[in-house]
């Protein structure tokens, strides 16, 4: 028998492995923490024999040359990795036993795409495929991004991508497991992650990588790539050089005469209290990450690097955490640190600073004088809505572009409320009025404020404003406005409205053709998203009509949706696509109209 254990490091939102047998065990992409690696041995009661890396690492510092020398065991690193240390290179078709005593080996399969020399590494039980370890290829429901080495090399690898992931999903039994590094939040994905496990046969049936021809797969993902943190700079040749040790004791301690110094020799002193607790009380010009948040994400991505950080957390624990998660992105010893609360950070005669908290609500019932709204999330969430009047700024611009905020009381807001926080805590040390809101972006429309889709056409740094007394609702120099309940759909609303005697609407399958043939809902009309953005025209049934847009899973309708409403059409797509369609039990018929499939 064999055993998988999953080392999950949520912060960074990857993934690590420990397989093995009865003696012996092999670790996968292995975080710079090592001692939960050693940790997970111990409790199985086997030895490392191995560590694997599938790639050089971009969103993390490996542990796996420390966890080699600590353990003996044989390190793995792909030929094709250009690095200065001491490693056993493995090439394409390789293999090793494992645990030879329970028949396991694990043989390397190249994967290039999300790197050049990206390997994936198979788990063999008595020669038979159980698992495969594919690092930044095949993900659950995406692959890895292809942009991270070279610009010049993006379209090239993401066509390796392509090969990649179908060379697995063609050699391996469709209940092979899958498991990934990257895909549960890291920057290193295409995509988040489409649950929370999978199989080879399962990514048959659901992965864009293997449902869809190669230049569909190419310029949907290309389309979708974002910015890369700028930290990822930095890992790749700290992993390729070797890691150092990592030190994880407790930093010195900073009383309050400190912390005032080092705010003023302009150093970043980051509370990781909640936004809350920050919000209600602090020491003026600190920053707020907190330690429940994505904090090596933001932080690594955000502070100059190299720039001494202090850190104020309420408890010695919450300041443990907080190290571990940095380390391993190379922030490896903050220049001092803090714990408790204001009360024993500030000197004496000071007052802690505040700002005030809202909601969407509370947005809504001012009026526009003398606001300014200020968007902080990222371009792919401000495409699909954004408030009528809001000035736009991704939160790892906002440090660097806080001069381009216009005047004004500033209400800043992200898709839930954390990163809202971070901004509001770089504006509030900047000087300026800010208000923190605190809501879900959902809560926007339905709170009577204008969410606007469509052309990203300037409309100022003003509000939106509340929802005016006789209903009307604001358009001015936007194109067209939504409240975003109306744009995106439930598979059961798009039902009830393509599926009546007239039809409301018509339902319009954006898939490509093989996808169309294998199975679609009875009644729908056919029209690729490539033809539409090739500039196709609508099949005569859909012209004229209001449309609900499906595709298979969500994303290539939105953009179908989007890109029908720039035409004038009255657009909306549908959530979850086709498998929420057939997962909610409505019929899926075939180009004979028997009964199909989700391809």
Not at 156 to 180: E, F, I, K, M
Not at 263 to 290: K, M, Q, T, Y
Not at 443 to 453: E, F, R, S
Request: net charge negative; aromatic share 6%.
């Amino acid at each position: 028998m064999f055993f998988v254990d999953v080392i999950e490091l949520e912060g960074l939102g990857n993934r690590s492995y420990v397989a093995g047998g009865e003696s012996a065990a092999v670790a996968v992409d292995p975080p710079r923490d090592i001692d939960q690696v050693l940790a997970a041995a111990a409790r199985r009661g086997v030895r490392i024999s191995h560590v694997v890396e599938t790639h050089i690492h971009n969103d993390y510092v490996t542990g796996g040359l420390e966890l080699a020398r600590i353990t003996g065991a044989v390190y793995l690193v792909p030929s094709g990795a250009h690095v200065s240390f001491a490693r056993t290179p493995v090439s394409d078709g390789d293999e090793v036993d494992i645990d030879p005593g329970a028949g396991l080996s694990l043989a390397a399969v190249a994967t290039p795409g999300h790197t050049p020399h990206h390997t994936a590494y198979v788990l063999r039980e008595a020669g038979r495929p159980v698992a495969a370890f594919t690092g930044g290829s095949l993900l659950i429901g995406t692959v890895g991004r292809p942009d991270l080495v070279e610009p010049r090399l993006t379209e090239r690898l993401a066509r390796a991508q392509y090969s990649s992931a179908r060379r697995l999903a063609d050699t391996l039994p469709d209940d092979t497991q899958v498991l990934p590094t990257h895909g549960f939040g890291s920057f290193c994905s295409s995509a988040q992650a489409d649950g929370e496990s999978t199989t080879i046969g399962r990514e048959k049936a659901a992965n864009t990588a293997l449902t869809v021809e190669v230049e569909t797969f190419v310029a949907d993902l290309l389309a979708g790539l974002e910015d890369v943190p700028a930290y990822y700079a930095h890992m790749g040749p700290a992993n390729a050089g070797g890691p150092d040790p990592v030190d994880m004791t407790p930093p010195a301690v900073a009383d309050p005469h400190e912390i005032a110094a080092r705010l003023a020799a302009g150093e970043w002193v980051v509370d990781l209290r909640s936004r809350i607790a920050f919000a209600e009380g602090h020491v003026a010009g600190s920053f707020n990450f907190e330690a429940d948040g994505k904090l090596a994400t933001y932080l690594a991505w955000m502070i100059p690097w190299g720039k001494p950080v202090t850190l104020l957390a309420e408890t010695a624990g919450q300041l443990a955490a907080a190290q571990r998660e940095l380390v391993r992105v190379g922030i490896d010893r903050p220049a001092a640190a803090a714990t408790g609360g204001p009360a024993g950070w500030l000197r004496e005669g000071e007052s802690p600073a505040s700002f005030p908290r809202a909601t969407f609500a509370d947005l809504a019932d001012q009026d526009r004088d003398g606001i300014v709204v200020l968007d902080v999330r990222r371009d792919s969430e401000r495409a699909e809505g954004w408030i009528a009047g809001s000035v736009h700024l991704p939160i790892h611009q906002v440090h660097q572009r806080l001069g381009e905020v216009p005047d004004g009381t500033v209400w800043v807001h992200c898709a839930g409320g954390m990163r809202a926080g971070i901004a509001a805590s770089l504006l509030d040390a900047a000087g300026r009025q800010v208000v923190a809101v605190d809501d879900g972006f959902d809560a926007a429309a339905d709170a009577g404020l204008d969410v606007v889709t469509g052309p990203a056409i300037s409309a100022g740094p003003a509000c939106g404003g509340r929802r005016r007394a006789n209903g009307e609702r604001k358009a001015k120099v936007l194109m067209f406005v939504f409240r975003k309940s109306e744009r995106r759909v439930s598979v059961d609303e798009a039902r009830t409205r393509t599926g009546g005697e007239p039809p409301e609407a018509v339902l319009l399958d954006v898939r490509e053709r093989p996808e169309w043939k294998a199975g679609h809902a009875p009644g729908a009309v056919h029209a690729p998203l490539t033809g539409l953005a090739a500039g196709a025209s609508l099949p005569a049934g859909a012209r004229g009509r209001p449309l609900v847009v499906i595709c298979r899973s969500g994303h290539r309708s939105q953009q179908a949706a989007k890109l029908l409403a720039e035409r004038g059409a009255d657009a909306v797509d549908v959530k979850g696509g086709m498998n929420a369609w057939a997962a909610a039990g409505y019929p899926v018929v075939d180009e004979r109209g028997n009964s199909g499939s989700i391809a």
